[in-house]
T-cell receptor, first 110, second 116 residues
C-alpha cells in the first residue's frame, strides 16, 4: 500500500480554519484519499474521501493537488470537539483494507 | 441506526483465561473488521469478514480466533493471551465486502483489554 506522511501534531484556535496536510507521493491512479479522525476514547470516524476533485461535506473539505501527490483536509471553523487524531489513508478502490499511518494530533485552543 | 456496539467496554483477563469480545451492527453491512490499537499508536487491521466469510487474516496469532455467526454479529475469541496483547480492540463494519469507492467504515468504541 502507498504510504502517507503527516505532521505529528498541529495546533489551532477555536473558530479559526485548520488546514491539515498529507503527502502521498507514491499514490496510484486507483487510490482514493480517505480521512478519518479519532476523538479521545472513541473509535475512528469517517470524515471525507476523494479521488481527484475537491470534495465538501458537512464536516470538512478535502483539497487534492492536481498531481494527487498531496492533499489537505480543511476544517472551516475549528471547535474544541474537533481535537482529535486525524488520519490520512490511501485506500485502493475495491479493496476493503484501511492502513492507518501515525496521523496528526490536532489541538484546539479556546 | 448507524451504530456499531461492542461489549464489554473493559475486560481484564489472566493468561490462562478464555474470553470473547462481541461486536454488533444493524446497518445491513456485509463486511466486518477487527482492529487492534496499542496506546498512542494507530489501529492495525487483524481480520476482515466479507459476507460472513473470513477474507483477510493479517497473520494474527492463533490465540485470537474470530467468528462471524451472522451478518450482524462478529466475535473475537481469546485464549492464552500474553500481557503484550493488552490493547484497545476495535470493531468496524462497512456496506460492501469488496470495498467500493464509497465504502466508509463505521467503528465501534472498542473494548479495552488488559491481560495480567
Amino acid at each position: 500500500d502507498a504510504k502517507t506522511t503527516q505532521p505529528n501534531s498541529m495546533e489551532s484556535n477555536e473558530e479559526e480554519p485548520v488546514h491539515l496536510p498529507c503527502n502521498h507521493s507514491t499514490i496510484s491512479g486507483t487510490d482514493y484519499i480517505h480521512w478519518y479522525r479519532q476523538l479521545p476514547s472513541q473509535g475512528p470516524e469517517y470524515v471525507i474521501h476523494g479521488l481527484t476533485s475537491n470534495v465538501n461535506n458537512r464536516m470538512a473539505s478535502l483539497a487534492i493537488a492536481e498531481d494527487r501527490k498531496s492533499s489537505t483536509l480543511i476544517l472551516h471553523r475549528a471547535t474544541l470537539r474537533d481535537a482529535a487524531v486525524y488520519y490520512c489513508i490511501l485506500r485502493r478502490v475495491y479493496r476493503s483494507r484501511l492502513t492507518f499511518g501515525e496521523g496528526t494530533q490536532l489541538t484546539v485552543n479556546p | 441506526d448507524t451504530e456499531v456496539t461492542q461489549t464489554p467496554k473493559h475486560l481484564v483477563m489472566g493468561m490462562t483465561n478464555k474470553k470473547s469480545l462481541k461486536c454488533e451492527q444493524h446497518m445491513g453491512h456485509r463486511a466486518m473488521y477487527w482492529y487492534k490499537q496499542k496506546a498512542k499508536k494507530p489501529p492495525e487491521l487483524m481480520f476482515v469478514y466479507s459476507y460472513e466469510k473470513l477474507s483477510i487474516n493479517e497473520s494474527v496469532p492463533s490465540r485470537f480466533s474470530p467468528e462471524c455467526p451472522n451478518s450482524s454479529l462478529l466475535n473475537l475469541h481469546l485464549h492464552a493471551l500474553q500481557p503484550e496483547d493488552s490493547a484497545l480492540y476495535l470493531c468496524a463494519s462497512s456496506q460492501g465486502g469488496s470495498g467500493g469507492p464509497n465504502n466508509e467504515q463505521f467503528f465501534g468504541p472498542g473494548t479495552r483489554l488488559t491481560v495480567l
